[in-house]
């Protein structure tokens, strides 16, 4: 079964510092790997895909890395909108489990 | 603009049926592979149910298989799950997602609807 572990739980970040989030796979998942964004009330909203293409009208201040099982997701200068839930998320076989994180909560120190 | 929207919730009792439907629109849904993700209140979210966008390929997540049952009409443009034998974990806001990718094995989810919540009680 995959696991995919998100760390921390809850981030405190001040506005305009950087903020890096992390996410391992418990078995290699190639480059198979999405991050989303969840604000309250809201519906997830994707910003990253293949590990690190940032998805159609997202900000560059979002970038993704990693490959295998060790992802990141760093938000180079956090805006107050930035605030949020984050949950990465592997999609590496098809028709298992397309696995999310527990997500990590982005909260304003 | 591509849009889903998400219907059939609502309250049921533990063991009885309920069918959700996924209305879409802005894109050719026949290209494209569809899946449902429940989150429970204050919860994580959950992948449950795929197709691809032949139906050739369909996926279940355990806590769902054999109890749920995913669908596609691609003249309607909709895609459905039908849940049965349901249980106080299913109660979530259950959402409809689009595959980011054309025709694609396995991607991300580009596109999703506002949800639908279904609550279990009895």
């Known amino acids: 079964e995959m696991v995919m572990t998100q760390s921390p739980a809850t981030l405190s970040v001040s506005p305009g510092e950087r903020a890096t989030l992390s996410c391992r796979a418990s078995?290699?998942?190639?480059?198979?790997l999405a991050w989303y964004q969840q604000k309250p009330g809201q519906a997830p909203r994707l910003l990253i895909y293949?590990?690190?293409t940032r998805a159609t009208g997202i900000p560059a201040r979002f970038s993704g890395s990693g490959s295998g099982t060790e992802f990141s997701l760093t938000i180079s200068s956090l805006q107050s909108e930035d605030f949020a839930v984050y949950y990465c998320q592997q999609y590496n076989n098809w028709p298992s489990m397309y696995t999310f994180g527990r997500g990590t909560k982005l909260e304003i120190k | 603009e591509v849009q889903l929207v998400e219907s059939g919730g609502g309250l049921v009792q533990p063991g009885r049926s309920l069918r959700l439907s996924c209305a879409t629109s802005g894109f050719t849904f026949e290209d494209f592979g569809m899946h449902w993700v429940r989150q429970a209140p204050g919860k994580g979210l959950e992948w449950v149910s795929g197709?691809?966008?032949?139906?050739?390929?369909?996926g279940y997540a355990d806590s769902v298989k054999g109890r749920f049952t995913i669908s596609r009409d691609n003249a309607e443009n909709s895609v459905y799950l039908q849940m049965s034998s349901l249980r106080a974990e299913d109660t979530a806001l259950y959402y409809c997602?689009?595959?980011?990718?054309?025709?694609?094995?396995?991607?991300?989810?580009?596109?999703w609807g506002q949800g639908t919540m279904v609550t279990v009680s009895s």
């Open positions: 997602a689009k595959d980011l990718s054309v025709a694609a094995p396995t991607t991300a989810f580009d596109i």
């Open positions: 078995q290699s998942v190639s480059s198979n």
């Open positions: 293949g590990a690190s």
């Open positions: 197709i691809s966008w032949n139906s050739n390929n369909i």
